[in-house]
Nanobody
Framework: QVQLVESGGALVQPGGSLRLSCTAS????????IAWFRQAPGKEREGVSC????????YIEDSVKGRFTVSRDNAKNTVYLQMNSLKPEDTAVYYC????????????????WGKGTLVTVSS
């Protein structure tokens, strides 16, 4: 059974750091693109990062560029979202998603999603 599970969300103070994990089961995550999304209260879901497997590239949205990075641990079938210098506006439920029909990451074609993990940035 294909499954993605996010973890690592927490309450953190502004300027702090968190590392979110997205662990896959039922498929080999390194063979497929992976994207991170977030949805803030009262707002639409937005993409945060998009990692393709064709060339190993990762696209990071301007709103988090320089603060967020993506990495993979293939042995653990897990992708991480390292979030530094967190701001209150980063508060959201964070989701990972994949497209099992492609190697190119495209926000619009994700077909499997995790249930999300809540990140709250507040003093």
């Amino acid at each position: 059974q294909v499954q993605l599970v996010e973890s690592g969300g927490a309450l953190v103070q502004p300027g702090g750091s968190l590392r979110l994990s997205c662990t896959a089961s039922g498929f080999t995550l390194s063979n497929y693109p992976i994207a991170w999304f977030r949805q803030a209260p009262g707002k639409e879901r937005e993409g945060v990062s998009c990692s393709s497997t064709t060339d190993g590239s990762t696209y990071i949205e301007d709103s988090v560029k320089g603060r967020f990075t993506v990495s993979r641990d293939n042995a653990k079938n897990t992708v991480y979202l390292q979030m530094n210098s967190l701001k209150p506006e980063d508060t959201a439920v964070y989701y990972c998603a994949t497209d099992l029909g492609s190697s190119v990451c495209d926000y619009d074609f994700m077909d499997h999603w995790g249930k999300g993990t809540l990140v709250t940035v507040s003093s």
